[in-house]
């Protein structure tokens, strides 16, 4: 069974700029989750989709993020302008069960840096 | 204070030693993951709990739901578990998200 897929892993650019993630979820997974990881701190969630509905994007800066999960498969995540403290790895996660209630995949993350 | 707090923050030991790793949190929850990532980013989920214990080979984890605590065990750790350990919560009460510790930077010199 093929993992969740992310790319790109490594992104550099300079504020202001923008950017975009794409994240492929295991086949059949119900619920997509984005998660912010700033070096030396646990994940924080960002966005978690149900199919292609938004359960919770309570912690999205939405002034600058979003994200889209338009056929409830594949999804991506965009910055836009981005600023220094957005520098972190932006991990996708997937899960079989409606609501997540249970294991949680995660992809390898995309290390992004803001100069 | 974070809801879920992880001790230590960081841990280095000998090849062989018996290993563990603390997580506490101040919510009710309905699971307890614990979560491996190595360099590099990637995380893998090591033991989903709700009450009592469970192994895993080398790998013990325990829960006690009253006392909100877990415990993570290494039995004859070895270099390759060096990693961050990171244990997160789902809460029962609101939007049911995992709620994640800051991690344990484990590393076992050979």
């Known amino acids: 069974e093929a993992g969740v897929a992310q790319s790109p892993r490594y992104k550099i650019i300079e504020k202001r700029q923008s950017v975009a993630f794409w994240c492929n979820p295991i086949?059949?997974?119900?619920?997509l989750y984005w998660y912010q990881q700033i070096l030396g701190q646990g994940p924080k969630l960002l966005i978690q989709?149900?199919?292609?509905?938004?359960?919770?994007d309570s912690q999205l800066p939405k002034d600058r993020f979003s994200a889209e999960r338009l056929k409830g498969v594949d999804s991506t995540l965009k910055i836009q302008p981005a600023k220094l403290e957005d520098s972190a790895v932006y991990l996708c996660?997937?899960?079989?069960?409606?609501?997540?209630?249970?294991?949680?995949?995660f992809g390898p993350g995309t290390r992004l840096t803001v100069l | 204070k974070n809801e879920v707090e992880q001790s230590p923050q960081n841990l280095t030991a000998q090849e062989g030693e018996f290993i563990t790793i603390n997580c506490s949190y101040s919510v009710g929850i309905s699971a307890l993951h614990w979560l491996q990532q190595h360099p590099g980013g990637g995380i893998v989920s090591l033991f989903m709990l709700s009450s009592g214990k469970k192994k895993h080979g080398r790998l013990i984890a325990t829960i006690n739901i009253q006392e909100k605590h877990s415990s993570l065990h290494i039995t004859a750790s070895h270099p390759r578990d060096s990693a961050v350990y990171i244990c997160?919560?789902?809460?029962?009460?609101?939007?049911?998200?995992?709620?994640f510790g800051q991690g344990t930077r484990l590393t076992i010199n050979p």
């Open positions: 996660a997937s899960s079989s069960l409606l609501g997540g209630a249970d294991t949680q995949y």
């Open positions: 989709f149900q199919n292609n509905g938004v359960v919770d």
């Open positions: 086949s059949g997974h119900a619920t």
């Open positions: 997160a919560v789902r809460r029962i009460q609101g939007a049911q998200k995992l709620v």
